[in-house]
């Protein structure tokens, strides 16, 4: 009799959850942006940590191909994209000038100032430092949320105003990717006060909005959800490529020899014989909660269906379409992949790709592709 051997694991430790970002394909969404709107400049949003998928490696890449504006939520945000990036690129704070001020004068980074308040923080600083401060400003036109409204706008200081180097004027579209009527109102209204500040850059489009025509254009384009492949024209073919695929391992794989309830609350019932694959990804790596019984993964090429409900850590997927030998330990499940990937997902959870990407938790270890990046 010999003993079992114990030099072989039996499987490969599993990797964790990762998320795989394809960087060529981001600049490649990029350019393809870029020939949408060819009279203009294309900057990049990279809010949220660039939506979740790692803003320093995704605005080098597009920097690399030539993308010079980039524009962050947060003070932190724009900090440390600036230490990331160096000196030249324009780095854009959105959320004002409330807070970071001399921070952002500091590291050049030109705050959007949204209301009569920033102006006020800007310009008195500026005047401290005994230099015009560049800024951006920002008309609401329908959001109700930032922005100057019309009124603010006309009563803006004129010494205030004096004291900064207006670099631009924006507005963001409410419904981009469907009320047209209301995207041409914006317009307007935004081109109305852009007439009171000639020379001033406009910049109203977001990712939709690149795709609204050549109207919307203007000096500048903002996008973000387009870059990382989310569709910018839903009820269309995408024009943009898939950039994430996320995939976990299967952790532990169950022939059920009996009838039996997976999962908690015991919400789905598997008929004896089911394969359950239980994969190590769950609502605090960002698989919402609500896709349990509602979406699918793939393994080994096949779509499966996510049963029971979704746990913190983990999800289970009936895996009874494949053969026992083809899911096992240490075996990667794909919750992303391919054309629409996001966005399919998002669909699932009733919500959209931008929180589908921004909800990818710290334990989803990120791997970038690095791809063509070429001018
Ligand atoms: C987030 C944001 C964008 C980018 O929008 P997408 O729909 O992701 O393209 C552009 N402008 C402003 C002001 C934003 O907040």
Known sequence: MTTPSRERLPVLPPLPACAEVDLGAVV??????????????????????????????????????????????????????????????AILVLEGALRGAEDMAAKDIVPVLNQPLDLEVWSALARKLGRRLPAVLHLDTGMSRLGFSAAGFARVDRDDAAAVDLRGLLSHLVAAEGDAERSRRQRRDLMAAGALLPGVPLSLANSS????????????????????????????????????????????????????????????????????????????????????????????????????????????????ALDAGRVRPGVRAELVWGDDGVDRLAEAAGTIAYEVLTRLGPRIERRYLEGDSRP
Request: charged share 20%.
């Open 28 to 89: 490649a969404n990029w350019r393809r942006l870029k020939d949408e709107a060819p009279g203009a400049e294309t900057a990049a949003v990279l809010k949220a940590g660039g939506y979740g998928l790692g803003a320093a490696p995704v605005a080098k890449a597009l920097r690399r191909a030539g993308c010079r504006t980039f524009y962050v939520a947060r003070v932190e945000e724009g900090l440390a994209l600036r230490a990331d990036l160096g000196p030249t690129p």
């Open 209 to 320: 909005g690149m795709f609204l025509g050549q109207d919307f254009h203007l000096a500048l384009c903002r996008p973000g959800i387009a870059l990382f492949g989310g569709n910018p024209t839903p009820g269309r073919p995408n024009p943009m490529r898939p950039v994430l695929r996320l995939t976990a391992p299967v952790l532990q794989v169950r022939r059920l020899d009996g009838p039996a309830s997976v999962g908690y609350g015991a919400t789905h019932a598997a008929p004896a014989g089911s394969l359950i694959a239980t994969v190590g990804i769950g609502y605090a790596d960002g698989y919402l909660r609500c896709l349990g019984g509602r979406s699918v993964a793939r393994i080994d090429g096949v779509e499966v269906p996510v049963v029971g409900r979704v746990s913190m850590d983990l999800i289970t997927v009936d895996a009874t």
